[in-house]
RNA sequence: GUCCCCAUCGUUCAAUGGUUAGGACACCGCCCUUUCACGGCGGUAAUACGGGUUCGAAUCCCGUUGGGGACACCA
């Protein structure tokens, strides 16, 4: 049973040498991963995008994945997609598919991946788990990694006081030699540990950023890093590793975030005597005030884009305009090729194949700001026939699907078709706004509203988007906050609908979908927060 | 707090030691137009600061400041 196989670690099965996975041949690219352009031809270019299937897929995961399918077509290589699942607290179901239906959408096709398979599967690191366990056995073994046996309530206490002394929490090293009759004593009595990198206590790691140069991490800034979780799942940094190099990854293309997780990776490559693939850290898609782009600030699912009638064309080049990577158009090209000036910010993902160049990267952090984005997409809807429009609208605002679980809602309440138009207007609208006579109920204040409305968007966002399970969580709420079950409702009802009469509600909101309403709910609040803010 | 990364108009990208620092989005004005858009024309607007190096610095170096990221049995 995998969920317990740390139990089932016997160290005298771990080997000598790292467990090279099947009958691979041994791993013979990048041998100077300094000299990034002379091996470049020594092996088939491979990268992915590993993505973790943890509620709706992300803007960001579309950014680096556009990113590492142009670096692997340009070069002839392989793009793979591998799901990072091994968090069961925060796994979704439905995500997965939804991480496959949202990259078709926007083309981005891989060559390997969990639904396409390939000769280095399985792609999804959940069904890997019998391969980490022979890896960090062999991590054991050879002194690179050791057995913690704190609980997560000690550590958190030591993290506390920590931070507390204004110290940066690490974890203590406690555990990092203890006696081998001692961990044997733990390990009989089936104390659950984790198993964590054995960090060298003096010295530094070096690695090379392709868009940054050499970047150094003292040791004392590195953490012994859990690399194997109490449940038997290996933690990212682990996975990660083993999966890159057994995938024969050439270059890890992902996100500026990871940079300081860089040498522990490196310190785990070097551990299994394996090659260390090219690191291109991106810079990250920023908010408007520049942090790290997020929910809250900003949609950041693709279903929304897609649902809310963005064309995966426009969606894509803007993505491509985020860091730069295209050349600007020549004065000579703008001349030669009849260009309208405005054309240079404009291009299609084989342009991005033909031009895009990873050395021109900026690594200011682009803030996302969608009212380019919209522009950009209007000027795609421009350019399409009146044919293809028309088809555009129909297959996705007035798609019969959408249309046929919006009928019912109103059948019984109209008395002519062309009142359906006025009874759902809200399904069709890119935003509501409800008037402040609307949204707040007799008996309570703006500022009590708005406080309302924010638990509301936080059980919303919470619970499972369904009917039956939406309805009993948001009463609770009610109950809970002493609102009624009529203000409870009705405020949720202005916010999303803009009225203070609709369809029923909760109905309404399964056929507008879960990524459009949270939306609506955001900015809804972020607007309402802002001109209160202006008021005071 | 510690470590790492970053720094050109409000935003996003150009200018890779020599330009009046350029384009796009946004904003403003004018034109087109029954309206609103679209489109056309024009405009406001930036090298964070301080030191070097150099005949010459947005560009190279150092410092300051500012921003961001990481510091989980999340990825």
Not at 160 to 181: D, F, M, T, W
Not at 217 to 232: A, R, T
Not at 416 to 430: E, N, S
């Amino acid at each position: 049973m995998i969920g317990c196989a740390c139990n089932g670690i016997d160290p005298r099965l771990a080997r000598s040498e790292p467990p090279e996975s099947r009958s691979l041949p041994s791993c013979t690219i990048n041998a100077e991963p300094l000299m990034t352009t002379s091996t470049e031809s020594a092996a088939p270019i491979r990268v992915r995008i590993a993505p973790s299937p943890t509620g709706d897929p992300h803007v960001g995961t579309a950014y680096i994945g556009l990113l590492n399918f142009i670096y692997a077509r340009q070069r002839g290589g392989q793009f793979v997609l591998r799901i990072e699942d091994t968090d069961r607290a925060r796994f979704v179901a439905t995500s997965e598919q939804m991480i496959f239906d949202s990259l078709h959408w926007l083309g981005l096709e891989w060559d390997e991946g969990p639904d396409v398979g390939g000769p280095y599967g399985p792609y999804r690191q959940s069904e890997r788990t019998e391969i980490y366990r022979e890896h960090v056995e062999f991590l054991l073994a050879s002194g690179h990694a050791y057995r913690s046996f704190e609980t997560a309530e000690e550590l958190d206490a030591m993290r506390k006081s920590q931070i507390a002394a204004k110290l940066p929490p690490r974890y203590n090293g406690a555990h990092r030699e203890l006696p081998q009759v001692q961990i044997d004593a733990f390990l009989a009595e089936d104390r659950p540990y984790v198993i964590r990198l054995k960090v060298p206590v003096e010295g530094e790691t070096i690695f090379r950023d392709e868009l940054r140069g050499n970047v150094t991490f003292s040791h004392n800034n590195v953490d012994d890093q859990v690399l194997m979780k109490s449940d038997g799942f290996p933690t990212y940094h682990l996975a990660n590793v083993v999966d890159d190099h057994l995938m024969r990854i050439t270059d890890v293309i992902r996100a500026e975030e990871w940079i300081s997780s860089t040498p522990k990776h490196v310190l785990l490559y070097r551990a299994f005597g394996w090659d260390i693939p090219r690191f291109w850290h991106m810079p990250l898609l920023r908010n408007l005030d520049k942090s790290k782009i997020s929910k809250r600030k900003n949609p950041v699912s693709l279903i929304y884009y897609r649902e809310s009638g963005f064309l995966p064309q426009a969606l894509l080049n803007f993505l491509g305009l985020m860091g730069g990577g295209m050349a600007q158009p020549t004065e000579q090209e703008i001349v030669s090729k009849g260009m309208n000036v405005k054309e240079g910010d404009i291009f299609s993902l084989s342009d991005m194949l033909e031009k895009f160049d990873f050395r021109r990267i900026s690594l200011g952090g682009p803030v996302f700001d969608l009212t380019k984005l919209k522009w950009l997409n209007g000027e795609y809807l421009r350019a399409l026939s009146s044919e293809k429009f028309f088809d555009a609208l129909r297959a996705t605002i007035f798609s019969d699907d959408y249309l046929r679980r919006i009928a019912p809602l109103v059948q019984t309440r109209i008395e002519t078709l062309a009142q359906f138009g006025d009874m759902t207007d809200f399904f069709f609208k890119d935003d509501v706004m409800p008037a402040p006579e609307v949204f707040i109920p007799k008996k309570h204040t703006l500022e009590e509203t708005l406080a309302f409305a924010a638990e509301q968007l936080t059980v919303l966002e919470a619970t499972v988007f369904a009917v039956e399970d939406l309805e009993p969580a948001l009463k609770q709420l009610g109950v809970e906050k002493e609102w009624s079950v009529k203000d409870n409702f009705m405020l949720l009802r202005a916010i999303l609908t803009g009225k203070i009469a609709s369809p029923p509600l909760l109905e309404s909101l399964m056929v507008f979908g879960k990524a459009r309403s949270l939306d609506r709910m955001r900015r809804f609040l972020d607007t309402q927060k802002r001109q209160a803010n202006s008021r005071h």
